[in-house]
């Protein structure tokens, strides 16, 4: 039994802390199945209807708990790419040259050193630099069999597009 389904945050059965505890452990259950899939970065839409649908757990909830998560320096962290917020749940810091790569891959899939360069004028080799970082953190699959070039693919938007 899961037991968010026993909760009805309006009628208080329970402490109301409570519901948010086990909110929390259902995030740390979700982010520790799909971190292979996704690279520790999950939107916050996949979140609440893939795993919470058919629960009593709203974005503001879910906002609450990865909120008290926090305390736990284990990464969870919320953002936002172009209006969507995410969950990172990974202990690695996104920095600003991460978030504009995942924010060119959230139109196309996928970032390359030729995007890079001709979308934000980076150099070849801190473009490099910073798409191998990602890809040793997870946050980036390569695919070499791209007829031009290297790409590198945001795992979360492969599987948003299943």
Known sequence: IDPLSLF?????????NDFYYEVCVKVIEVCRQTKDKNGGVLSFDELEKGF???LKVEMSDLEK????LKTLDGGFEIFEIRGKKFLRSVPNELT????KILEICSILGYGSISLLRANLGWTVIRSRAVLIEMV??????????ADAETLYWDPSWMVRSL
């Open 8 to 16: 009805d945050k309006d009628e208080h059965l329970f402490n109301l």
């Open 52 to 54: 919470f649908k058919g």
């Open 65 to 68: 708990s990865i909120d008290m």
């Open 96 to 99: 600003n040259d991460h978030t």
């Open 136 to 145: 040793a953190n997870g946050l980036l699959w390569i695919d070499e069999q």
